[in-house]
């Protein structure tokens, strides 16, 4: 959405195309537990449940700017080859 670096500001409507950003997985891990109480008056009907949700912690490494020099070229597919069977 914005690239900022000093007096650069480049701005997107809403991203920015061909940024990027590199980041590195620092592992997997669990949040905290939260606790779900249901309950109705009058009925004695409770129940206590937990949750605690799976997360992958990154870290930023780059944000790379959009035809800056360390980006890394597109990929182009290669051609196909026709191979016969009389060996030419």
Do not use: C, W
Request: no cysteine; charged share 35%.
């Amino acid at each position: 959405m914005l690239i900022a670096d000093g007096d650069n500001i480049i701005t997107g409507k809403p991203l920015i195309d061909g940024a990027k950003v590199l980041a590195t997985s620092q592992g997997e891990g669990r949040g905290e537990k939260i606790v779900v109480f249901k309950y109705k008056p009058k009925t004695r009907y409770r129940k206590k449940t937990g949750h605690r949700q799976h997360y992958t912690r990154l870290s930023i490494d780059k944000v790379v700017i959009p035809g800056a020099a360390g980006e890394k070229p597109k990929r182009t597919r290669r051609k196909k080859t026709e191979v016969t069977t009389d060996g030419t």
